[in-house]
């Protein structure tokens, strides 16, 4: 079983979808495109990436989530992986 992720490491893993799907900044992914996410980082990594203002929540669809500028810069400027760790 794989130990559990920091909520910082959870964060990182959804900005590494939104780097695996080339998504620009104000890009938009449905909650269907995290399916490799572990359904118990999910939300963490949701709820940190929302408080580091890397992503935003749309307004009125609780299943998609929009990349913000500062999300995107972060994407490279640490080089998000887009594998999960092990």
Sequence with gaps: MKDNLSDDEAGRQILGVFTRYKVPASGVLRRNNFFDVRDGDFQRGINQAVAKKW????????????????????????????????
């Design 55 to 86: 992503i935003k929540l749309h307004m009125r669809d609780r299943y998609r989530y929009i990349l913000t500028e500062t999300g995107y810069a972060e994407t490279w400027k640490t080089g998000a992986s887009d594998k999960p760790s092990s």
